[in-house]
T-cell receptor, first 113, second 112 residues
Framework: DGGITQSPKYLFRKEGQNVTLSCEQN?????MYWYRQDPGQGLRLIYY???????QKGDIAEGYSVSREKKESFPLTVTSAQKNPTAFYLC????????????FGPGTRLTVT | QQQVKQSPQSLIVQKGGISIINCAYE??????FPWYQQFPGKGPALLIA?????SEKKEGRFTISFNKSAKQFSLHIMDSQPGDSATYFC???????????FGKGTRLSVIA
């Protein structure tokens, strides 16, 4: 099956700990994205990568870090510097041609207490 | 600065009725306008998308209407069903692999 996988589905951490969210795609997509979703806020862009070994900050990058060492993988680290990390995190990827349709993974719900 | 404004925030429609969700954008360089459907606890799913060279696109019960001069586009759901109850997001982007800018979402409830 082709698609985007995110793991785990639910993640619980104590305040002050860094945590890494996984995102893998087997769609051969060049571009990958991380969004954060909070109730009533829509989807806000954290980081994106259009090519391996390169990435750009989105609108709310503070307190987050990413890497793109492989085309298939785009992990997101939520650091202790992120003030309000509890949220629903969504990974997406985009086709490299045509309509550039963006497809989303199932999401990871992170709860920090 | 919100580049895509979506309304209404919530919508209740009778089964069989028409659901209409509106979006307005500011950046005239946007040239790709998708709509996403999201069920609770799931990732958004691409529903239908349009480019500004057409004024309307229809796929089944879902239609996008696009007004380039007004910088507005809307989603119409015909014969709305309880299974359509979800949150809908409009979005816009520039050409190529550029990030989408999302509206804040509309929570649709279709009641029998």
């Amino acid at each position: 099956d082709g698609g985007i996988t995110q793991s785990p589905k639910y993640l619980f951490r104590k305040e002050g700990q860094n945590v890494t969210l996984s995102c893998e795609q087997n769609l051969n997509h060049d571009a990958m994205y991380w969004y954060r979703q909070d109730p009533g806020q829509g989807l806000r862009l954290i980081y994106y990568s259009q090519i391996v070994n390169d990435f750009q900050k989105g609108d709310i990058a503070e307190g987050y870090s990413v890497s793109r060492e492989k085309k298939e993988s785009f992990p997101l680290t939520v650091t202790s510097a992120q003030k309000n990390p509890t949220a629903f995190y969504l990974c997406a990827s985009t086709t490299g041609a045509g309509d550039y349709e963006q497809y989303f993974g199932p999401g990871t719900r992170l709860t920090v207490t | 600065q919100q580049q895509v404004k979506q309304s209404p925030q919530s919508l209740i429609v009778q089964k069989g009725g028409i659901s209409i969700i509106n979006c307005a954008y500011e950046n005239t360089a946007f040239d790709y306008f998708p709509w996403y459907q999201q069920f609770p606890g799931k990732g958004p799913a691409l529903l239908i998308a349009i480019r500004p060279d057409v004024s309307e696109k229809k796929e089944g019960r879902f239609t996008i209407s696009f007004n380039k001069s007004a910088k507005q586009f809307s989603l119409h759901i015909m014969d709305s069903q309880p299974g359509d109850s979800a949150t809908y997001f409009c979005a816009a982007s520039l050409s190529g692999n550029t990030p989408l800018v999302f509206g804040k979402g509309t929570r649709l409830s279709v009641i029998a």
